[in-house]
């Protein structure tokens, strides 16, 4: 497999649609004491909301042309999916409210709020990396609640970044803004409010 081939791998194997899965796995395991039957649950309704219906806003947009494709790689079009995924990721949120969720899996939906907040405004007027964003967010949640050992994330999130210039989505800047945005404005609110 050549640069491009394995960039392509990396860039959907750690999709920011199972970058979420993944944390929020992690998170919702932490939250409810390892209690498989909880983590599941919560995770099933964090999964919805913030990853699988964004996917399918992306991927039905991109199948209808309104966007470039499942990432939309022209800033121009990311605003409208960007807007789409925030309110379902706002009902969501509203969801685990009413159902009384645990509070690190509030914190973890706040967080991804505020990082998808923080795009759409960099994204009015520059193109940063939502790839990098997620990874670097979700890395350092999960350094935060499982300890410093895990900082071997941040090998992925490089890996990430990689694959996104690799394939020219993304300009070194738009990958390295994402990977620290994700960690200052995600991670920030998740400690905040964990």
């Keep these: ?7 392509r791998v990396v860039t959907e194997v750690l999709s ?3 970058v979420v899965v993944a944390v929020l796995l992690a998170v919702a395991w932490h939250a409810t004491g390892n209690d498989v039957g909880a983590t599941l649950g919560w995770a099933g309704v964090v999964a919805l909301f913030y990853s699988v219906i964004p996917m399918l806003i992306l991927v039905y947009g991109a199948k209808r042309g ?3 494709g499942h990432w939309v790689r022209d800033r121009e079009h990311r605003f409208t999916p960007l807007v789409l995924s925030l309110v ?4 969501g949120l509203a969801v685990m409210i009413l159902g009384d969720a645990p509070r690190e899996v509030i914190a973890l939906a706040l967080a991804m709020i505020a ?14 990396s939502i790839h990098a964003t997620v990874a670097g967010g979700a890395a350092a949640m999960v350094i935060f609640l499982y300890g410093p050992w895990l900082l071997l ?3 992925l999130v490089a890996l990430v970044c990689w694959s996104r210039v690799v394939l020219t989505d993304h300009t070194v800047g738009q990958v390295v803004v994402g990977a620290i945005l994700g960690p200052v404005v995600g ?8």
């Design 1 to 7: 497999m050549n640069t491009t081939g394995a960039a």
């Design 16 to 18: 920011p649609v199972v």
């Design 187 to 194: 991670g920030a609110v998740f400690l905040l409010v964990a």
């Design 88 to 91: 379902s990721a706002v009902a």
């Design 115 to 128: 990082a998808v907040v923080a795009c759409m405004v960099i994204t009015k007027w520059w193109k940063v």
């Design 153 to 155: 994330l941040v090998l």
């Design 66 to 68: 309104r966007w470039d």
